[in-house]
């Protein structure tokens, strides 16, 4: 499955933004969507995942309560939505996909993901 990362951009702190990673090439619903970000000088760091098959859902305690997870089947697409943004949420998202699972709470690790996107650009000013 081939991955497409859109929505980045530009936004004050308290904004919101709204990411979409679109599937070429399979179901998505049959694969667990993951958001990392990664931000100049740092790892790449885990944001949020959506299991296949029963939907759960885990976020990061920094993005939690803020950003949510959604998929779209007509689009075959996952979105996320990244409400009351901070400067310290300023990084590359990449939107990953595997057909692995994970258990509510589990962070999953980046080598756990087969499939990535190219990344895209997300700054929140201050």
């Known amino acids: 499955v081939q991955l497409q990362a859109s929505g980045g951009g530009m936004v004050q702190a308290g904004g919101s933004l709204r990411l979409s990673c679109a599937a070429s090439g399979g179901r998505f619903s049959l694969y667990t969507a993951g958001w990392f970000r990664q931000a100049p000088g740092k790892e790449r760091e885990f944001v949020a995942v959506?299991?296949?098959?029963?939907?759960?859902?885990t976020f990061a305690d920094s993005v939690r309560g803020r950003f949510t997870i959604s998929r779209d089947t007509a689009k075959n697409s996952v979105d996320l939505q990244m409400n009351k943004l901070k400067p310290e949420d300023t990084a590359v998202y990449y939107c990953a996909a595997t057909r692995r699972r994970f258990s509510s709470g589990l962070f999953p690790d980046r080598n756990d993901f087969g499939y990535w996107g190219q990344g895209t650009q997300v700054t929140v000013s201050s």
């Open positions: 959506q299991s296949w098959g029963g939907g759960i859902t």
